[in-house]
Every structure is written in structure tokens, then in C-alpha cells.
């Protein structure tokens, strides 16, 4: 049986170019791809309904209130359908609403109801793409992972001249082609990823831990599951909310972080991103120890996740990837990841500075038993896509 088509949820807004967008339609049609379009107020003022749905061959929503459109379609369903949601053309307008997270609409509601970041064409006067209001929104869009297809420069319907033509549709087409693919790469996978520090009890207030955000391996089953793998996310006390679409498992020890990755079913891939606590108090002491207790505490070491999950070939995960936190990624660095790669026995090191801990950004290098890629500095939503675009080149999919 093939796979379903991929489905692409247009979002038309109201600005000259969105006669490009009925264009957009047919090519996005032609490539087999299945059309479901919003024409918002303003976007009807351009094109009609009725241009819309024939070129995409399904009704076009258009009203967020409309009960039988509710009922058939759903802003829900029809944001969370769709494998890739391209808003062409976007207006500074619209740009603006969205960084705001207004759902007053149908087409702002579906893309605050979509589990994945959406993808924007602005087409706008020259002056509004330049006005600092814009820069900001634009700023503050990518930063949360919206896909920014960049206007072109030239000679504009209002009769000026500068950048804020809507993207070439052949840009448009094939970035909406490559999210698309992007979308299913892992279809079929099992993923795990653990995050977030561990606290190991001393008493019942007192606890020894790691400094630890959880952001990076809660990015890294965000983009997982964004690339379709069915995603299990172990996570120890962090102050993040589940990723969407990630079956999340909250934990606090390292033991049970460790029985809740060993929980079937085996994944095919596994990243190990928690600052797992390194030793745990010996003794637990019900209630509150004394100060007069003395300073001395026995400590033992906790499992090692990492290790027990690259132990064997057989009944393992297909690759299994850890972090090594250093000071400094340098020739020093990479020499200590190395020796942690083979005494954990895992197949990918991702190195990364102590500097990483508490900040939105990463900088990376991977070891493997091929050597080394540096990766650079990129925000933590960076370094996860980049680990998913590898897996999904090393199971050649
Ligand atoms: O040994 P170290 O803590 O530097 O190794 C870091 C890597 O090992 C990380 O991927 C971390 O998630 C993993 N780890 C683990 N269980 C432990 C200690 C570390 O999974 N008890």
C-alpha cells in the first residue's frame, strides 16, 4: 500500500500576490501533494473562494465560527493534518498577528493549534518589510522556528522599488517540498530521548543534582517527532512543558529514569541528553537530618543510562547517541569524548562546552568511530534538527 499523500494546509492572506498563490496551488497539486487552503478576509478581497477550492479540488476554509466547516473540517484537525503549513502570500499584518499568538480567526487558530512551526512567504511594501515592527516580528517568529522564505527584490505592484516581493514559487515549491519530506523521514521509527537532570534523595527535602535546563533533548524530541518517529521522552524536574506529540514520561531518580528507557519497545534510535546525577547518597534518611549529622555522606554511583542501553548488539537500539559536556571542544575535548564513546560503548558522542548549560544556544561537535564534524554554534532548535537530518542519514532514509 503507498503512503497517504502529504498534505499541505495554504494559507492565502490578503496582499496582490496571492493570485501567485492559486499558481502555488496547482504546482503543490501536480506534485501529488494534497491541498487544503484558508483564505482569510483580507486574502477574499485578492482571490476568490471559488478559484481556491477548484484548484485544490476541497473546500476552502474561511470562517472560524462556521459550524459546518467545524464539523467537516475542524481548525484542529486541520492544523494538526497537515504536514507542512505555508502561510504565501504573509502580510506585515499577518506577520504581526502571528508573533502575537492571535487565534481570532480561522487561519491564526490553526497555526496556534499546529504542532509544527509553519513556514512563511511575506509579500509587503518595501517601507513595511523594513519598518523595525516587522524586524522585530519576523525576529521573533524565527526564533520560534517558523520558516522565513525570504521576499525578493525588485519592482512592486504599488510602483517601488525594494525587497518585499513574494519568493520566487519556485523557492516557495521546493521548500514546501523539502518540509514535506522532512515531515515523514522517520515514519515508522521508535525514538527515545532522555533530559533534564536527575535529583537523588538524601532526605525527604534534600537532594543532590546537575544544573540542567532539560531544552536541549525536549528540542531534540520535538524535531523527532516533527520528522514523524514515534517519540518517548524521559524526562527528569524540569520547568518545560511536553513537547506536542511526544509521549512524555516524568521521572526523578536515575534508577527510574533507567527503568523507564528500558521499558519496551526497544527504540531504533536513542539519545541520551539528561544530566544525569552521577552518584546518589548511599543512605536515605526518612524525615530531616540533623545539621549536627556531620558533613561526610556516603555516596555510590547511579546506573549509567547511556551504558546500559549501548550494552549488546542484539536487543539494543540501532544507534545510540550521548553527550559529553566539557570545558572546551577543543583537541582536549574531543580526546575525552572519544574515550567516553568507546567506555560507554555508544555510537555518537555529541560534544558540547559546559558554557551550553542554561543558555538557548549549543555549540557542537559530533564524534563517531568516523571521526569528527563540527557543527558550529547554533540555538539548541539548530543542533536538534541537525541531529535528526544525520539519524535520518544514517538509516538512509
Ligand atoms: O559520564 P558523563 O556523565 O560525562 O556522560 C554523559 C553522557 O552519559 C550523557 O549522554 C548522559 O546522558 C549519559 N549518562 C547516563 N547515565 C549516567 C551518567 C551519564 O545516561 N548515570
Known sequence: MSAPAHRVLLIV????????SLDLARRLRARGVEVRAILTK???EFVTPLSLSTLTGNPVGRDLFSLTEESEIGHIRLAREADCIVVAPATADFLARMAQGRADDLATACILAASRAPLVAPAMNPMMWLNEATRANVALLKSRGVGVIEPDAGDMACGEEGVGRLADLDEIESRVMAELRRSRRLSGFDALVTSGPTRERLDSVRYVSNGSSGLQGYEIAHALAGASARTRLVSG???????????????TTAQEMLDACLTPPVPRVAVCAAAVSDWRPRDFVAGKMEKSAGLSLEMEQTPDILARLS?????????????AVEDGIGAAGVRRAREKLTAKGCDWILLND???AGSDENEVVLVSGDGEEVWGRGSKRDVAARLVDRVGGYFGV
Open 42 to 44: 483580507n486574502g477574499a
Open 13 to 20: 492572506g490578503g496582499g496582490i500576490a496571492a493570485y501567485k
Open 311 to 323: 550494552e549488546g548488539r542484539a536487543g539494543r537500539p540501532e544507534l545510540v547517541v550521548g553527550f
Open 237 to 251: 524536574p524540569v520547568s518545560l512543558s511536553p513537547p506536542a506529540g511526544v509521549e512524555t514520561t516524568s521521572v
Open 354 to 356: 559546559i558554557s551550553a
